[in-house]
């Protein structure tokens, strides 16, 4: 791990390739799971503000889950997760008529429709965060789903901080990631094969 500002970030972010396929992974990782996408209070209310301008768009499950028991819930771990439908799918996906799977929240918000994307945790994907004492640990979350990510992004030559810069900027700031880009290049440069 490399320190930069008050975090740890995980070599596994400078070194590993990534490019989410969503072609081919259908977007799987808003489906998969056994809880809903961590959430900060801040973007519980966010979301609550953004529900009239989506609820219509919602499947008929995710509609029910809302009125029963909100947008979010407490899960097992005792973190505030985005609910989901029958243990699968988050409340906010759509799907386009090929089957990928997509975040209400982050069309509406691309159609000018809310002020907000998607949450922190979902724009991070596959990256996690975690306390670590003081600071904050920045992992690179792996997994099977992602696996044609890991191989679009080896094709494209896009390193996971790279694709994942948007998202790290709005979690972090441009100084943050500033300092790992230039952090990240001289790693590449010193230990690439």
Known sequence: MIQIQDTLVSLDLIERFFCCDLAQCH????????????????EVERIEE??????DEMAADAQKVVERQGVC????DG??????VDGKDCVFTTYTDDG????????AYREGR???CKPSSCHLYPVRLAPCGLMTAVNLHRWSVCRTAELNGLKRGIRAYQFLREPLIRQFGEDWY????????????????
Do not use: N
Request: charged content about 25%; glycine content about 6%; overall charge negative.
């Open 114 to 116: 809310i002020p907000q």
């Open 27 to 42: 977007g799987q990782c808003c489906i998969d799971g056994d809880a809903g996408a961590p959430l900060d209070m801040d």
């Open 100 to 107: 990928i799977c997509l975040c209400l929240l982050e069309k």
């Open 79 to 84: 973190d505030l997760v985005t609910s989901i």
């Open 73 to 76: 819930y407490v899960d097992s």
């Open 50 to 55: 953004a529900l009239p301008q989506i609820y």
């Open 178 to 193: 500033a300092e790992l880009e230039m952090t990240a290049e001289e790693w590449v440069r010193q230990h690439a094969k």
